[in-house]
């Protein structure tokens, strides 16, 4: 399992501070890779405000009671209010990659529903390209470093991430539009676990009675992205999870997640992430 965290005051104390308006005490990232599962269950929840980030794969929630289990597949937030309790699991199985952050202060539930997270919200819908991951670290390296002014950049870091899930809240397909919502959810569910084997646009399309210009225009408003730029970035990321792992060779990586090309796949991944597969290694 690889997981990176840091923690206010190197405090993994659950605390509940009025002094100020929001306030960032914990946050994280986890990945399971040989851990078979990571089970977390608090019946009182905690005193603060959590949220977390399905960056690939999925979890496993039971917000009501333990028999009722909701899949949160990646692209999804979860967002835990105090007092609430907190039962859910990762498995290795699903390749799950998550981050996360708790916050408290004075004015979180006003700040919240300033921006479209009311009270009704618990998991939404956000999109799954890598500007949350990258707004998640840059959290992970502020808190570990604690430099000058690193409270203010947490809280920037943090109302970034808010910023960006109300923008997608008022510009995604309209709530009222089911069919539409579901069609796109489907989509993205199915994208996020056959990533790595060949899909073709428009064959999807037509085996869900859909045209494929529909499909694919509505796709991207719902997720910043088209079908094909999906699954490439949801393959690149997945490619960066083994690459921290020596035991795959980079001609491995490519075929686990989907390219038979390893050169092809060189190229993507550098493309994306302005390094080399091999390049990237070397600098983790």
Wanted: net charge positive.
């Amino acid at each position: 399992m690889y997981t990176n965290n840091a923690y206010l005051n190197n405090s993994t104390i659950d605390r509940k501070d009025k002094s100020k308006g929001l306030i960032i005490t914990m946050c994280g990232t986890y990945k399971l890779y040989t851990k078979p599962k990571l089970p977390t269950w608090r019946p009182r929840g905690r005193l603060d405000f959590q949220l977390l980030f399905i960056a690939s794969g999925k979890a496993h929630f039971h917000f009501n009671n333990d028999s009722d289990e909701t899949i949160v597949h990646a692209g999804h937030m979860v967002l835990y209010r105090p007092k609430e309790p907190q039962k859910y699991e990762y498995y290795a199985k699903d390749n799950v990659e998550v981050y996360w952050v708790h916050f408290t202060g004075n004015n979180v539930t006003n700040l919240l529903r300033s921006y479209g997270l009311t009270d009704d919200k618990r998991v939404f819908y956000c999109g799954s390209g890598s500007e949350y991951q990258i707004l998640f670290r840059e959290m992970i390296k502020e808190l570990q470093m604690c430099q000058n002014g690193y409270p203010e950049m947490l809280e920037m870091y943090l109302r970034q991430i808010f910023i960006r899930l109300h923008r997608h809240f008022l510009s995604s397909v309209s709530h009222d539009n089911t069919h539409k919502a579901d069609e796109i959810d489907n989509a993205v569910s199915y994208f996020s676990e056959h990533y790595n084997e060949p899909i073709n646009i428009d064959s999807y399309a037509e085996q869900n009675n859909i045209s494929t210009s529909w499909f694919i225009r509505n796709f991207r408003l719902y997720t910043g992205i088209t079908p094909k730029q999906f699954i490439m970035r949801k393959r690149i990321y997945n490619a960066e999870a083994l690459l921290q792992n020596p035991q795959y060779n980079i001609n491995e990586i490519a075929r686990i997640v989907g390219y038979e090309n390893p050169l092809y796949f060189s190229r993507i991944f550098q493309k994306l992430k302005g390094l080399s597969p091999s390049e990237y290694r070397k600098n983790i």
